[in-house]
Nanobody, 119 residues
Framework: VQLQASGGGLVQAGGSLRLSCAASGRYVMGWFRQAPGKEREFVATISRSGTTYHSDSVKGRFTISRDNAKNTMYLQMNSLKPEDTAVYYC??????????????????WGQGTQVTVSS
């Protein structure tokens, strides 16, 4: 499974970014992030059929989605805050079809894309 994340960048607080993650197949997928000096944390997940779950810290601001025809997952990030600054990773789970919120459930990881939100 190959994952290619893109779309990160520098944005001012209150702005928006959309991350993309192209996969080589159709899997349960998720976004995680790691801020400097902190552990990697769960952001959002989407099942193969499109069921979604978002962490409380991003609920109402971020939206995970997927285009199965393109084998691509997205993370639309609105109302960005400086505390959203992190490297964002996409991940894929090779078995099952339900959402997954725990890192060790994922088998494959993308290379990460930097999101920086300035105040």
């Amino acid at each position: 499974v190959q994952l290619q994340a893109s779309g990160g960048g520098l944005v001012q607080a209150g702005g928006s970014l959309r991350l993309s993650c192209a996969a080589s197949g159709r899997y349960v997928m998720g976004w995680f992030r790691q801020a400097p000096g902190k552990e990697r944390e769960f952001v959002a997940t989407i099942s193969r059929s499109g069921t979604t779950y978002h962490s409380d810290s991003v609920k109402g601001r971020f939206t995970i989605s997927r285009d199965n025809a393109k084998n691509t997952m997205y993370l639309q990030m609105n109302s960005l805050k400086p505390e959203d600054t992190a490297v964002y990773y996409c991940a894929a789970k090779s078995t099952g079809s339900l959402i997954a919120r725990v890192q060790h459930e994922y088998d494959y990881w993308g290379q990460g894309t930097q999101v920086t939100v300035s105040s």
